[in-house]
C-alpha cells in the first residue's frame, strides 16, 4: 500500500535560515508527488508536484524539492525562509495524476525573528 | 486560476441534526471531487470519492450512510454529515482535479457538534 511519511513533526528555524523538510514515501511504481502548504484554518496550496522528468522541481514561493528515487524521497527545501513561511506543510503521493492523494502527517513549521 | 469553493466554512450544530457542505468548482467542470477529513494537528485522510451522474466510493472504515455524498452536477458536490455526533467534530476539506495538471482543494468547513 501506498503511504507517505514525515519524519520532523515539528520545526523551527530562523527568519533567512535555510530549510529542508523531509518526505519519505512507499510505493511500488514511480509515483506521482506533491508538497502542499496550509495555513491555519485554511484549505491547502500546491507549492510544487513531480511527475516525471528533471528530478529537481522548482514550485512557487521559491520552494524546491528533489526526488530522489534511491532514497524515496522528496524532500522541500528552501534557501532562506521568510517569517510568512510558517505553516504546516505535506508531502502527497498518488498513483497517476491527482487521484487519491495519499498524506503524509505533515509538519508544521515556526520561523523566528 | 481555478477555485474550488465550500461552504460553509464553519458550523455548529447540535447532537442528531444533519449538516451539509458544499463544495464548488467554480470556473471548471470536475467530474469527480474527493472529500478529505482533518483532526486537530493530524494529516487529511480521505474519506470518499464523488462521481458526478453516479455513487460515491467510500475508503474502508468510513461509513456510507453516516456521510452522504451527492454529486448532483459538473461543478457541486454535497456532503451530508447525519445524525451528527461529537465524535464527527473535524474540518472537513474537498479538492476538485482540473484534468490531470492540477487538483484545487476548498477552504475547508470546520464542524463543531455539541
Known amino acids: 500500500a501506498q503511504s507517505v511519511t514525515q519524519p520532523d513533526i515539528h520545526i523551527t528555524v530562523s527568519e533567512g535560515a535555510s530549510l529542508e523538510l523531509r518526505c519519505n514515501y512507499s510505493?511500488?511504481?514511480?509515483?506521482?508527488l506533491f508538497w502542499y502548504v496550509q495555513s491555519p484554518g485554511q484549505g491547502l496550496q500546491l507549492l510544487l508536484k513531480?511527475?516525471?522528468?528533471?528530478?529537481l522541481v522548482q514550485g512557487i514561493k521559491g520552494f524546491e524539492a528533489e526526488f530522489k528515487r534511491s532514497q524515496s524521497s522528496f524532500n522541500l527545501r528552501k534557501p532562506s525562509v521568510h517569517w510568512s513561511d510558517a505553516a504546516e506543510y505535506f508531502c502527497?503521493?498518488?498513483?497517476?495524476?491527482?487521484?487519491?492523494?495519499?498524506f503524509g502527517a505533515g509538519t508544521r513549521l515556526a520561523v523566528h525573528p | 486560476g481555478a477555485v474550488v469553493s465550500q461552504h460553509p466554512s464553519w458550523v455548529i450544530c447540535k447532537s442528531g441534526t444533519s449538516v451539509k457542505i458544499e463544495c464548488r468548482s467554480l470556473?471548471?467542470?470536475?467530474?469527480?471531487m474527493f472529500w478529505y477529513r482533518q483532526f486537530p494537528k493530524q494529516s487529511l485522510m480521505l474519506m470518499a470519492t464523488?462521481?458526478?451522474?453516479?455513487?460515491?466510493?467510500?475508503e474502508q472504515g468510513v461509513e456510507k450512510d453516516k456521510f452522504l455524498i451527492n454529486h448532483a452536477s459538473l461543478t457541486l458536490s454535497t456532503l451530508t454529515v447525519t445524525s451528527a455526533h461529537p465524535e464527527d467534530s473535524s474540518f472537513y476539506i474537498c479538492?476538485?482535479?482540473?484534468?490531470?495538471?492540477?487538483?484545487?482543494f476548498g477552504q475547508g468547513t470546520r464542524l463543531t457538534v455539541v
Open positions: 513531480y511527475f516525471s522528468g528533471d528530478t
Open positions: 464523488s462521481n458526478e451522474g453516479s455513487k460515491a466510493t467510500y
Open positions: 502527497a503521493v498518488a498513483r497517476s495524476g491527482y487521484n487519491k492523494l495519499i
Open positions: 470556473d471548471f467542470q470536475a467530474t469527480t
Open positions: 510505493y511500488g511504481a514511480t509515483p506521482y
Open positions: 479538492s476538485a482535479p482540473q484534468g490531470n495538471t492540477e487538483a484545487f
